[in-house]
């Protein structure tokens, strides 16, 4: 009880309505500053650019129905049809980040303007799953252990997440693998370099934040006394955002420099650091 209102939320819950609406005001920030970037490099924008704000924007109406849903439930008991909108925009907001990381994995916009049949597959396999996996989400979110085939619900929503997790991982290996036979063909082994660097953290953190996201965060909250859960939350998202500022800001619209010279000693110098880094990260 807070005073004389009934507070229908449970203990460990209370502070995610303020929680989750920081949050969201946070990445609506964050899109506006995108548009920003996006419309001073608009000569650079290209359709990976726009899909990714798209995410930003419907990740921040997700957090904002999150915590309308929660906020209504703490004052009635009830949703009021904020659960509605939240599985809505969650569900373009799962389709949008695993079809970026593939878009991004692939190399599309930054390293070719198409994409190979085989990363098409990948698509193919990942858009239904995330559709399925948002279906499951919806009976799990609205039904409960007691209920006839939650379990099983449950089981295929971790499948399916599994399956996506596991997807996205092909494309950006590949194209790590294509930027190292590139480099040893097309005399740009600096230029290269910086790719496969590139492309290299950026599957250290995919498998990063997906682990932490799927294992670490979940073990963490089975961890915890039953009035701290919100804090399972907060790292959930704190790692999400820091995620998303890793991404977006390494895959921005920048210009690319007409004039950019590269010498004889730094394409020597780098093909010799493609030569030892091929044996140093093997995949």
């Not at 049809?81 to 389709?95: I, S």
């Not at 036979?181 to 953190?205: C, H, I, M, P, W």
Request: aromatic residues 16%; proline residues 4%.
């Amino acid at each position: 009880m807070d005073g004389s209102t009934k507070d229908y939320l449970p203990a460990g819950r209370k502070p995610l309505p303020k929680m989750y609406f920081t949050f969201s005001v946070v990445y609506l920030v964050f899109l506006l500053a995108w548009a920003v970037v996006c419309i001073k490099e608009r000569a650079t924008v290209d359709k990976i650019h726009v899909a990714m704000g798209a995410l930003l924007l419907f990740k921040g109406l997700k957090l904002v129905c999150a915590a309308e849903d929660l906020w209504y439930v703490k004052k009635t008991g009830t949703p009021h049809g904020w659960d509605v909108a939240f599985y809505v925009f969650g569900f373009f907001k799962g389709v949008l980040l695993f079809t970026v990381i593939v878009l991004i994995g692939t190399g599309w916009s930054f390293l070719k303007p198409y994409l190979q049949e085989r990363e098409k597959h990948v698509l193919k396999i990942v858009i239904p799953m995330q559709v399925i996996e948002n279906i499951a989400s919806v009976v799990i979110g609205e039904t409960g252990p007691t209920k006839k085939d939650w379990l099983t619900w449950n089981q295929i929503f971790l499948l399916v997440d599994i399956i996506c997790c596991c997807a996205v991982f092909f494309p950006i290996i590949w194209s790590i693998r294509s930027l190292r036979e590139a480099s040893k063909t097309d005399g740009k082994a600096a230029r290269n370099l910086e790719k496969l660097n590139l492309f290299k953290q950026f599957y250290l953190v995919v498998v990063s934040y997906l682990y932490f996201t799927r294992i670490v965060v979940p073990a963490f909250g089975r961890l915890l006394n039953y009035r701290y859960h919100w804090c399972a939350y907060a790292a959930m998202e704190g790692a999400s955002f820091a995620f998303y500022v890793f991404v977006f800001h390494n895959f921005r619209p920048v210009e690319k420099n007409p004039y950019l010279f590269v010498g004889d000693e730094e394409e020597e110098a780098a093909a010799g650091v493609l030569e030892m880094e091929e044996e140093a990260f093997e995949l």
